[in-house]
């Protein structure tokens, strides 16, 4: 079983939509949690931290289960620069970060 | 620049050789990362320098991948007899400290390696 793993998608929605992406992990011990985005043949950058209250950072939203070990991100309002893949990411205790594979988003006028 | 530099950019040697791919950190990050990314697939990670600290060579996929840092910067990735499932962009990154609290990486462009 991988360590982090998302719906590949592709995920295509129209501007203005609001569209959701899941993540599960499977070691329980993981203790942080973040999005990072990922332009096509770009190197990845962090997007959002994730945390069980939540986290808003204006049309983006991301939520921790830690019972579920589920993880999601919620782009509302989206835009044609919101196209890109979106990568879940977990940090277990003293080790790098583990990547999952990707979520790709396109988003069309 | 000030961010991570990679070099080569691009690499295309053949089946049977060593390559070497070279890092740069930002300067003061004590942590530096190599992680892969195949055509289509995630981020496949290496091996992590923490400052003085032994590497976590965990995620090396076989013997014929080593890396080392030098003087607390500076990272070499060296592949050995090279094949063609090697094909990849190798991708370094670094961070200021322990990243389990910011959880941001700061990557470079990465060296595209093609084994023919």
Not at chain 1, 67 to 93: E, F, G, H, P
Not at chain 2, 27 to 51: C, D, K, M, P, V
Not at chain 2, 89 to 100: D, N, T
């Amino acid at each position: 079983r991988k360590e982090v793993e998302q719906d590949p998608g592709p995920f295509n929605v129209p501007e203005g939509a609001t569209v959701a992406f899941n993540c599960t992990y499977s070691n329980s011990a993981s203790q942080s949690f973040f999005w990072y985005r990922q332009d096509c043949r770009k190197e990845p950058k962090l997007l959002m931290s994730v945390y069980s209250s939540g986290n808003e950072d204006g049309r983006f939203t991301a939520q921790l289960n830690r019972a579920s070990q589920y993880i999601s991100l919620l782009i509302r309002d989206s835009k044609l620069s919101d196209s890109a893949t979106y990568l879940c990411v977990v940090n277990i205790q003293m080790t790098a970060l583990i990547f999952g594979k990707g979520t790709t988003l396109s988003v069309s006028s | 620049g000030a961010g991570v530099s990679q070099s080569p950019s691009n690499k295309v040697t053949e089946k049977g050789k060593d390559v070497e791919l070279r890092c740069d950190p930002i300067s003061g990050h004590t942590a530096l990362y190599w992680y892969r990314q195949s055509l289509g697939q995630g981020l496949e990670f290496l091996i992590y320098f923490q400052g003085n600290s032994a590497p976590d060579k965990s995620g090396l996929p076989s013997d014929r991948f080593s890396a080392e840092r030098t003087g607390g910067s500076v990272s070499t990735l060296t592949i050995q007899r090279t094949q063609q499932e090697d094909s990849a962009v190798y991708l370094c990154a670094s961070s200021p400290g322990q990243v389990r609290r910011t959880g941001e990486l700061f990557f470079g462009e990465g060296s595209r390696l093609t084994v023919l």
